[in-house]
């Protein structure tokens, strides 16, 4: 059974510093990535990586500020998110996928991320 788990989600004051994690489980993932969705705004990508290989990719608007790392020995990818903007403020979803290219099939609950002025 495949599994997301995210967690690290919370309230923080913008300039401040947060860390999502994702345990995942049930399956060997080609590439794991982290996205967002703000009230009235489209689902976006913030960032992906392949723990295989390491090879990682962001999205711009959190380029410089986020960094996405993995743990193969825990099966979990964090999101390190810095210089936090009231912008950055959405639910945070980890989602995977097995094969090298497409769309992600597993996702997580979700976890929330709120940024104050």
């Known amino acids: 059974q495949v599994q997301l788990v995210e967690s690290g989600g919370g309230l923080v004051q913008a300039g401040g510093s947060l860390r999502l994690t994702c345990v995942a489980s049930?399956?060997?993932?080609?590439?794991v990535a982290w996205f967002r969705q703000a009230p009235g705004k489209e689902r976006e990508i913030v960032a992906s990586?392949?723990?295989?290989?390491?090879?990682?990719a962001y999205g711009d608007s959190v380029k410089g500020r986020f960094t996405i790392s993995s743990d193969n020995a825990k099966n979990t990818v964090y999101l390190q998110m810095n210089s936090l903007k009231p912008e950055d403020t959405a639910v945070y979803y980890c989602?995977?996928?097995?094969?090298?290219?497409?769309?992600?099939?597993?996702w997580g609950q979700g976890t929330q991320v709120t940024v104050s002025i």
């Open positions: 990586i392949a723990p295989s290989g390491g090879l990682k």
């Open positions: 049930g399956r060997t993932f080609s590439r």
């Open positions: 989602a995977a996928r097995v094969q090298i290219m497409g769309q992600y099939n597993y």
